[in-house]
């Protein structure tokens, strides 16, 4: 298959991933990070997933303190292809400004530019099927939709906010109109969605006109929009203008409002897909819940009748012996030992360093 | 109270300590490491006890490659007060070579020698307790007895052999006569013997004169004897005539056809004790069953909602979360986790290392 014409693929490369430590840290977040054994990093994969649609038209968008190791695991990325953000003001202000620099490429070329949003910490191991979705979404967006691809729910998770899907869009094969964004509902409530259908996860990714998308925004916050403009105009100023950017996610600055309008389309993603919100969910990525799994050198992992997830992340042996569903995160600075089920309290454990003045573990 | 006239510590400092890996090395045993957070290791307490009894009469016998580490962690021991074995050939080789050694000095100084041999690597908190015991242990040992201390049960154990206790001694406060040595018996015979009464855990300790101990280990071994007054007689020797001692515990070669022959007195002692043999004692040494205890810096264990032992032995910082009677062990070159109740089974680690021909974490 050719690559999409027009197509630019915008990597918004951010995230603490706290639920991640010790492996993730506020340094070196989980995107810079091989999460699945495969040899390449999170960040890697993505690009290498884009690159048959996008060819090098990819954007990255990420915090200052992190460019240098983007580009040294992206090594072809251009002088242009990274947009570096002073802090973290959330994902309308990332997408935003690169869908701002886009729609300048596209005023000068003339060409008919489409953004695909896609962030650079998703596990997607079907590159071709996500190809296929994202193509229809492309296509879709090419009609002045913001699309959005709704994940098909594994389970009926609480993690997640919900796409509810409404017609199908006349002449597309699988692209619907969006009813409405619900907000992460309780496993009640989500397991009503999966028994009912047409409800898909919003996994956040995101295709559209960058025009379509700055003046949905511009409905809701005009000023926001020209800020994004003028840094475009000028990335050198986005030091001092950056600031005024609100801190709000996407999904409620553009999507929310945008659905209630009637252009919001999805296209049901039919890959699967997973964020690694914690180490439950890598270790369900990994392997199956009767196994020990091990995320690294296997020869460092020593022991018996244990089932659960091993990091040996320095160079030392680790043995663990008669435990089940343990997560054992081995790192040369510091060592985590916890069950699948308690791997939302990890954040705890990042919180509790900052609060003792241990920020360098975090 | 005065030390002991005539009062000789023998201090047999050897042993793997194969179920305390990776805290105990074959190169680093247990009796060198401080594992009560006391901040004396269990050689140092052991040679803090004997003190008041002993003075400076000491004799240290462990293996050529730890003769270094005792004397930096005992500085005051002179050059003679350690005898360096050239292999590990068991307790009586041990014990013998060192009584052969005092027979000799009683025969040149015409003194009256006792010696008391106890393992550098058990733990008994109350020094002053022990030390009563030891007194009148001496005395008994007098009268050419060769005297065992019998611990106080505290728990059906299958893991030590027990001392039947006999009829009192005449003229002796505590001391009996042991009727016989019973060898490891399963917890239901252990059971019994709690019921019974009149049993005592045999930690190998014994009390008595050195030419009384060589005469018992005579009528079993005369030429084991011989080496061992040859290896006296000239200790520079001892490479060349090591390997000729056979490999026995003193329990075998003398206390049981002793205690057969009526030569064997008992002091019960009046003192908590523990060889710490797993980590499981060692977690029940150092708390209650309720509690996360830690061995070492425990502003360096974080974590919420865990029971067990935490030793936090490198520079890193530990997180636990939601674990029961969990077993970490952080050393800078080998990991292990597991529970209290697979604490015998980490035997099998090392040698697993060693199949896999990593000793040198062994």
């Not at 999170?42 to 060819?55: F, I, K, M, N, V």
């Not at 475009?232 to 309008?261: F, N, Y």
């Not at 022991?303 to 012996?321: E, H, Y």
Request: charged share 25%.
């Amino acid at each position: 298959m050719p690559a999409v014409d027009g197509f630019w693929a915008v990597v918004p490369a951010g995230g603490a991933g706290t639920r991640l430590w010790p492996l993730s840290r506020s340094g070196s977040p989980k995107f810079l990070h091989d999460l699945t054994g495969s040899g390449r990093t999170l960040l890697q994969q993505t690009a290498d997933r884009l690159a048959p649609l996008a060819e090098d038209r990819i954007l990255v968008v990420t915090g200052q303190r992190h460019e240098a190791a983007v580009r040294a695991q992206l090594p072809s990325l251009g002088a242009d292809a990274v947009i570096a953000e002073p802090s973290a003001r959330d994902s309308m202000a990332a997408i935003g400004v690169a869908a701002a620099v886009l729609e300048r490429r596209a005023d000068a070329s003339g060409e008919d530019l489409v953004l695909g949003s896609f962030a650079a910490d998703h596990v997607i191991p079907d590159a071709d099927a996500f190809g296929d979705t994202v193509r229809e979404a492309v296509a879709a967006a090419r009609e002045d939709y913001l699309v959005t691809i709704g994940i098909e729910p594994a389970f009926p998770s609480s993690a997640f906010g919900y796409i509810h899907q409404g017609d199908p869009l006349p002449g597309h094969a699988r692209a619907c109109r969006v009813q409405e964004f619900v907000e992460k509902p309780s496993v009640a409530v989500a397991e009503g969605y999966l028994a009912a259908g047409g409800y898909r996860w919003n996994a956040g990714m995101f295709v559209v006109r960058p025009r379509v998308l700055l003046e949905l925004l511009a409905t809701q916050d005009r000023a926001f929009v020209d800020t994004l403009r003028t840094i475009a105009a000028d990335t050198s100023r986005i030091d001092e203008l950056w600031e005024q950017c609100p801190k709000i996610p996407i999904d409620h600055a553009v999507a929310e409002p945008a659905a209630a309008a009637g252009r919001v389309a999805t296209v049901p993603g039919g890959f699967g897909w997973d964020d690694i919100g914690d180490f439950d969910s890598l270790a369900g990525l990994l392997g199956d819940r009767s196994e020990r799994v091990v995320l690294g050198d296997p020869s460092r992992v020593l022991g018996s009748d244990t089932t659960g997830l091993v990091v040996p992340g320095s160079d030392r042996v680790v043995a663990v012996i008669g435990l089940d569903d343990v997560v054992v995160v081995d790192t040369p600075d510091a060592l985590l030992v916890t069950t699948r089920e308690r791997a939302q309290d990890v954040k705890g454990i990042v919180a509790a360093l900052k609060g003792s003045g241990r920020d360098q573990l975090t």
